[in-house]
């Protein structure tokens, strides 16, 4: 796995949101994600749960950036939704020489920010991406992701043909496709310190349909 360095990562609310904020309308979101929460976190005390959306950039650069919303005050066991009012970091963008975009591809993740601070320190390793103590990780995404890309997509394996923006894409057994009506479900488990999640070999390996 190419992924092998220490990285602190800060956690940003930017993609929920109101749509009026000081009285100025905002106009549209970019995208409205619906999901549902599957399976439960055992019987472990849950002190700051966050529904996240951890940004890679899994082929061309060693670096991994995060942007993770809170759960909206809703119950892990049930379904949530939220808005996309902002593009991705910069930095988590890349550009795919095959493609001409630049995109960035994000995991739906759950964690709680045991500590309240705010932030969390992760350790990729062979086994996952490590969050570290005293914070947890508690969900994944485990076949849906968050792909942006700044121009049309048309031919450029594996992903199907998309217009610009953003779009929830499905990755299992080797087939890469779109979820059309932006749909996310995302597996809970008991609190662990990996999010055991292959998004590198997922899409690597996948073929549109």
């Given at each position: 796995m190419i992924w092998r360095r220490l990285l602190l990562v800060s956690l940003l609310a930017t993609a929920c949101g109101d749509a009026v904020v000081d009285g100025d309308y905002r106009g549209e979101p970019h995208l409205r994600v619906e999901g549902v929460f599957r399976g439960?976190?055992?019987d472990a005390t849950i002190r700051s749960p966050h529904l996240g959306i951890l940004?890679?950039?899994?082929?061309?650069?060693?670096r991994l950036e995060a942007?993770?919303?809170?759960?909206?005050?809703?119950?892990?066991?049930?379904?949530f939704?939220?808005?996309?009012?902002d593009l991705p970091p910069i930095s988590a963008t890349f550009l795919d020489p095959f493609c001409g975009a630049w995109l960035a591809l994000g995991?739906?993740?759950?964690?709680d920010d045991v500590d309240e601070n705010g932030r969390v320190e992760m350790e990729l390793e062979d086994e996952g991406l490590r969050i570290l103590a005293p914070d947890t990780a508690l969900g994944l995404g485990e076949v849906h992701y968050l792909l942006y890309t700044n121009r049309a997509l048309e031919g450029c394996e594996p992903f199907p043909d998309l217009d610009?923006?953003?779009?929830?894409?499905l990755a299992y057994d080797g087939w890469v496709g779109r979820s059309e009506k932006a749909y996310?479900?995302?597996s809970l488990f008991p609190p662990q310190e990996f999010f055991p999640f292959s998004v590198e070999e997922?899409?690597?390996s996948g073929s549109s349909p």
């Open positions: 439960n976190t055992g940004w890679s950039t899994p082929w061309f650069e060693e942007t993770l919303t809170p759960i909206l005050a809703t119950p892990l066991s049930s379904n939704s939220f808005e996309i009012w995991t739906f993740v759950v964690y610009a923006g953003f779009h929830v894409i996310v479900e995302i997922e899409l690597r």
